[in-house]
């Protein structure tokens, strides 16, 4: 099946720095989410980017769908944004939504 | 709030019992998956429904069994429960079917099971 791996695992960073997260992809998909999980276990989602680009406020995502990859950029990171951020993607073949491991972010006041 | 509604949010039960999760869907999404959170496998796949009907199984045990209603809220059943079942349980809602965007999937706020 369709491998997900998210990078990095986990990441630091002070209040009001940027960040890049990645998300690669081992094959053709038709749906790719990203999604906050906060402290208390909620799963928010962010954005629906299959391909192409968009943005929503401090944050924005960008898949490059041929070299199967997506990128979440978070910038002027506040407190707020600490937890895990996943990207999931269904393959074209249709099927399951798979989720990568998750990349932990701790944002510092 | 995501408009996907479980219940119960939190459930403490013991080994050997069994549990049902509850979930209604999004007003107008006829798909509803379930996923299982644990600390050392991550979010897996369970099943899903679409309709009434199912559409795709993942990673269920066989003590696991799950169903769709006519109105469209889905009920997840464990049981024979282990230790190793503790975990949290998500059920997420689409619409299903038709155009671009009818799979993106929304999160309820989750179940939390911890069998002692």
């Known amino acids: 099946g369709i491998q997900v791996e998210q990078s990095p695992p986990d990441l630091i960073l002070q209040e009001g720095a940027n960040s890049t997260l990645r998300c690669n992809f081992s094959?053709?998909?038709?749906?790719l989410q990203w999604f906050h999980q906060n402290p208390w276990g909620q799963l928010i989602n962010l954005f629906y980017?299959?391909?192409g680009t968009k943005q929503n406020g401090r944050l924005s995502a960008t898949t490059v769908a041929t070299e199967r990859y997506s990128l979440l950029y978070i910038s002027s990171s506040q407190t707020t944004d600490s937890g895990v951020y996943f990207c999931a993607v269904r393959g074209n073949q249709g099927g399951k939504l798979i989720f990568g491991q998750g990349t932990e972010l701790s944002v510092k006041p | 709030d995501s408009g996907v509604t479980q219940t119960p949010k939190h459930l403490i039960t013991a080994t050997g019992q069994r549990v049902t999760l509850r979930c209604s869907p999004r007003s107008g999404d006829l798909s509803v998956y379930w996923y299982q959170q644990s600390l050392d496998q991550g979010l897996q796949f369970l099943i899903q429904?679409?309709?009434?009907?199912?559409?795709a199984k993942g990673n269920i045990l066989e003590r696991f069994s799950a169903q769709q209603f006519p109105d469209l809220h889905s009920e997840l059943n464990l049981s024979s429960l282990e230790l190793g079942d503790s975990a949290l349980y998500f059920c997420a809602s689409s619409v299903g079917q038709g155009a671009r965007g009818a799979n993106v999937l929304t999160f309820g706020a989750g179940s939390r099971l911890t069998v002692l």
């Open positions: 429904y679409y309709n009434g009907e199912e559409r």
């Open positions: 094959d053709s998909v038709n749906n």
């Open positions: 980017i299959p391909s």
